[in-house]
């Protein structure tokens, strides 16, 4: 019997085989998959939607724009695969090894990532809002542009990633390691931080956090309502304040003084700088 694996766009066959009388019914797309990959077709565009591809070899596959939603990639090996644009919104790749992968601009939405190796991986511009990625090594992997808002990263291992403008809003980050992490422009209204290990991430102008807890959220604040952000850095006190990010004290009272002169807003902004001046106080590097 034959397999054949289609364009999901033009129908076009991308590959066929013949499947061996002992694989079963379950396991022929995986088959058939694995075959295409050794052989070096290109499965851009394929259309994989709930797929079994359970421990699957797909080491260095072309699935660029290929439909996954739903499918089965657990503990599938997925080494340097190019992913760029796919389609994997709840799939379930727990503890894939997708280190090397380029899986910028996917869809990732709602999927399953926990334990998944990421290590070095191209995230960027991914959608990963409401995944799942707890335990996930992400050492040195490229988030930057990356929606992650109200993804799960507890305990994930994040050192030197760029999660530069990444939205992070509402994300659980707690126990996660950020050490050396990119965080300039990252928005992280909301996230959770608890126990994350922050010392030594950057922000803009390589600033880099320090202190046991060197970032401090206020909030909701202020007309729009926002939540108001102090990082605690080796330059000092850095902000971020609805729209404007990672600027000195001295930038944002001005813009302050300007913007709500002493009406409440102003007030209330004001009576969180001294919160925030005592939290530096406390929990900044002692001199």
């Known amino acids: 019997m034959k397999h054949q694996i289609k364009n999901r766009i033009t129908s076009k066959v991308l590959f066929e085989c013949d499947i061996p009388d002992d694989v079963e019914t379950v396991n022929e797309v995986k088959y058939a998959l694995a075959k295409a990959v050794k052989e070096k077709a290109t499965m851009s565009h394929a259309g994989l939607s709930g797929a079994d591809l359970y421990y699957a070899n797909l080491s260095g596959a072309d699935l660029s724009n290929a439909i996954l939603s739903n499918a089965y990639l657990s503990r599938a090996n997925l080494y340097y695969a190019n992913l760029s644009g796919a389609y994997l919104s709840r799939a379930n790749l727990s503890n894939a090894d997708l280190s090397r992968a380029n899986l910028s601009n996917a869809d990732l939405t709602g999927a399953d990532l926990s334990g998944a190796k990421l290590y ?8 990963l809002s409401n995944a799942i990625l707890s335990n996930a090594d992400l050492t040195g992997a490229d988030l930057s542009g990356a929606d992650l808002s109200n993804a799960i990263l507890s305990n994930a291992y994040l050192s030197r990633a760029n999660l530069s403008n990444a939205d992070l809003s509402g994300a659980d980050l707690s126990h996660a390691d950020l050490n050396g992490a990119k965080l300039n422009g990252a928005k992280l209204n909301g996230a959770d931080l608890y126990g994350a290990k922050l010392n030594g991430a950057k922000l803009k102008n ?25 990082y605690i850095t080796d330059k000092g006190i850095r902000l971020d304040a609805g729209c404007k ?39 900044g590097v002692k001199q």
């Open 245 to 283: 990010k990672n600027i000195t004290l001295e930038e944002f009272e001005g813009l302050l003084s300007e913007t709500h002169g002493n009406n409440v807003h102003g007030r209330e902004y004001r009576a969180a700088l001294a919160l925030i001046s005592i939290h530096h106080e406390l929990w």
């Open 120 to 127: 070095g991986a191209d995230l960027y511009g991914a959608d």
């Open 206 to 230: 390589n600033e880099v956090l320090v202190g046991n807890r060197p970032i401090f959220s206020i909030g909701p604040i202020g007309s729009r309502p926002d939540n108001f952000i102090a």
